[in-house]
């Protein structure tokens, strides 16, 4: 039980001590930034998905 306050205690230390923790600017940033890339994966997905299923479709035909 010793080991796990020590575990406990230190981890709260390095928490508030050694950990740099970003402004509000810096973490509005941030989230602009994994929005939009986000997004942009998204939209390449989907139209990956359309460019395939269109593509298929138009092989599928070609064979009826």
Same mark, same amino acid.
């Given at each position: ?5 020590? /575990?406990?205690?230190? +981890? /709260?230390?390095?928490?508030?001590? $050694? *950990? ?24 390449? *997905?989907?139209?990956?998905? #359309?460019?395939? +299923?269109?593509?298929?479709? #138009?092989? /599928?035909?070609? #064979? $009826?």
């Amino acid at each position: 039980m010793n080991k796990v306050s020590t /575990y406990v205690r230190d +981890s /709260y230390h390095e928490l508030l001590e $050694k *950990v740099t923790w970003p402004s509000w600017m810096q973490l509005q940033q941030s989230t602009v930034i994994v929005l939009v890339a986000t997004v942009m994966i998204t939209a390449m *997905v989907w139209i990956m998905d #359309f460019g395939s +299923s269109w593509l298929l479709k #138009f092989i /599928y035909s070609l #064979f $009826k």
